[in-house]
């Protein structure tokens, strides 16, 4: 038992879950607020489930965003359609996040590189323009208002309200713990080993006998799953869900995000990357209108200067090779 | 039921979109069979030409606007480059993110210069209004843009089949290693053709400007089609991002009659089909990129 826990205080995640245990009652004195910490959360899980794809099998996806609004629409028509709560809905997010990821999955599973990118992008957008058009399940241009944070708990044993912010806050710092540890899992199993094997070599994965197009169908289908669960936790945090939450800059800033912070050399990047970007993007759209001109120049930026994200700076040696659990 | 007469023309609109596309298609492909760069910049080069049609066409006229527009989108495209060379022989994803940076960058550029409102242009004079054909009426100027975007897409493959520097730059989509053996300066050449594709995409700009409303967000009108022709097409076919544009753009306008609403989804379906039957698009071959 002493042993589990010293090992587990040693762990660089349980450093990371500390910080943002306590990072609501940081913020109000950097001039943060809480909703920020909400949506770097949100958007740490969805960066993390994305790095899976991007990089741990290295595939290039430029259309994630589709399954992070496929989340939050899920979400927001079970939840007022048919089941009123948090789970059931939350659930239902990630079902279908997975299943529409599955079955882009099976078209571009055989690809890499820029046919991986373009054929993404393709589908992505394609989801955008049915969430545009089809009404009476989006809302269309209107979007789905009126989605409420109800109190999650066990019914007669505990019940947590999570309408205010700051309760809502540890609701999904509760989810985010949970799926931080089941990517790091993941990424540590053999099935993660396998994925980092294809992006390091494909033709020598497959030669050594892995079925590698259904590793990266299955990538693909579980990195959608995490958006999913995302998309849903987006649209509470917003009480709405709009067409815009697919739009394809989402599908760009969730790549940023993890080249950013670093997630081609290191698990904690995307993380990073996610509170790096939130934050530069609250920063900047006060100060101007004009805030794309500058996110623009910003990725042009990033991509010439620190291609690895930041974190590489703090490993030269291992970031020039890749993910640093592949070599432990 | 529409009438016979409707579904000709919405066919003969089909097809002139489908040149139009394919025209934007080839310029975007130019650069991702040389550069191995998708180059998520184009379609809004693309609304950059039509903007400068938009304020250069009532000072100095139609086909002067015509010449400067897409040299000007190719300067742009010149200096962008110096970016974007920065990712060359990268993974796919760096060059993808640059230009989807710059993208960005120059489409809020157009909001700070022209606003965000939408505006748009009139056809040309000597090819406004309708032309007849028995009981057929038909935009003069459509036809005038088919024939346009026809020719221009004839004088790329002449450029590029019949000429040494198209023979270069052919030679550089296949094997770049060799083609710097032989002593050619590929860093020129990829500045040169990044400029061309550029242009390209300006021009197409210019003669869309009529049809299209002018708006900042007009760019990713234009891109995506480009990206469905190549995959439909094949990347690095030039005849089947032709192919390909005149698909997209007639199963496009053939829907528009049928189901208003989902004329913009049917091109990702057909993508999807063709995808399934033949994986590499319908003239597409092995390649690097894959």
């Known amino acids: 038992m002493k042993k589990m826990v010293s090992a587990a205080i040693r762990h660089p995640l349980f450093w990371v879950f500390v910080f943002f245990l306590f990072l609501p009652y940081i913020l109000p004195f950097v001039g943060g607020y809480t909703y920020l910490g909400v949506e770097v959360l949100i958007w740490a899980i969805f960066a993390l489930g994305f790095n899976l794809v991007l990089g741990y099998t290295g595939l290039p996806s430029f259309g994630h965003g589709a399954f992070f609004g496929v989340g939050a629409f899920a979400l927001a028509n079970m939840q007022l359609r048919l089941i009123k709560g948090m789970w059931i809905p939350l659930l239902a997010g990630v079902v279908f996040a997975a299943f529409f990821g599955a079955l882009v999955a099976l078209f571009v599973a055989k690809k890499r590189g820029i046919y991986f990118a373009l054929l993404t992008i393709a589908f992505s957008q394609m989801f955008w323009f049915i969430s545009w058009g089809w009404d009476s399940v989006t809302g269309g241009e209107d979007g789905i208002a009126g989605i409420d944070r109800l109190p999650v708990g066990i019914p007669g044993l505990f019940s947590f309200d999570t309408s205010e912010i700051l309760h809502f806050y540890y609701f999904v710092y509760f989810l985010f713990v949970v799926c931080a540890i089941l990517i790091w899992i993941i990424v540590h199993s053999p099935f993660g080993r396998t994925l980092q094997a294809i992006r390091f070599n494909e033709t020598r994965a497959k030669c050594i006998g892995y079925n590698t197009a259904f590793y990266k169908w299955m990538a693909f289908t579980l990195s959608a799953a995490f958006a999913g669960l995302a998309g849903g936790l987006y649209a509470l945090a917003r009480n709405a869900a709009f067409s815009d939450i697919m739009h394809w800059t989402q599908s760009g800033n969730v790549l940023l995000m993890v080249l950013l912070g670093g997630g081609l050399t290191s698990f904690f990047g995307p993380i990073l990357g996610a509170a790096v970007f939130l934050v530069l993007r609250d920063l900047f759209s006060t100060l101007t209108e004009h805030w794309y001109l500058i996110y623009g120049l910003l990725i042009m930026f990033v991509i010439v200067f620190i291609p690895e994200g930041i974190l590489s700076f703090f490993k030269k040696e291992e970031g020039k090779r890749g993910l640093l659990v592949f070599r432990k | ?290």
Do not use: C
């Open chain 2, 1 to 290: 039921m529409p009438s016979f007469l409707e579904f000709q023309t919405q066919l003969l609109n089909g097809f002139v979109l489908g040149l139009l596309y394919a025209l934007i298609a080839l310029g975007f492909m130019l650069i991702l069979g040389v550069m191995e760069v998708i180059n998520f910049s184009h379609g809004i080069l693309f609304a950059w030409g039509a903007y400068f049609a938009l304020t250069l066409r009532p000072i100095v006229g139609f086909w002067p606007a015509l010449l400067i527009s897409p040299i000007f989108v190719g300067f742009m495209g010149l200096i962008l480059e110096f970016a974007v060379r920065r990712s060359y022989g990268k993974d796919p994803l760096f060059g993808l993110l640059l230009t989807f940076g710059s993208a960005m960058a120059l489409e809020e550029v157009i909001r700070i210069i022209w606003s965000a409102t939408g505006y748009s242009i009139a056809a040309p004079k000597f090819v406004a209004g309708p032309i007849v054909f028995g009981p057929i009426f038909y935009s003069k100027y459509r036809l005038f843009l088919a024939a346009l975007a026809a020719l221009l897409i004839v004088l790329t493959w002449l450029f590029l089949e019949k000429t040494p520097y198209g023979a270069v730059i052919k030679a550089g989509a296949s094997d770049s290693e060799m083609v710097m053996a032989l002593g050619i300066d590929l860093k020129k050449m990829r500045w040169f053709v990044f400029g061309l594709g550029s242009a390209l995409a300006g021009i197409a700009g210019v003669i869309a400007a009529p049809l299209w409303s002018i708006k900042p967000t007009m760019g990713l009108e234009a891109i995506m089609p480009a990206f469905v022709v190549v995959v439909i097409g094949g990347v690095g076919s030039f005849w089947g991002a032709v192919i390909g544009g005149l698909m997209v753009g007639i199963v496009t306008g053939v829907s528009v009659m049928f189901m208003p609403r989902t004329s913009q989804i049917v091109m990702y379906i057909l993508m999807a089909i063709i995808v399934l039957i033949r994986p590499r698009g319908l003239m597409g071959e092995k390649s690097i990129l894959e």
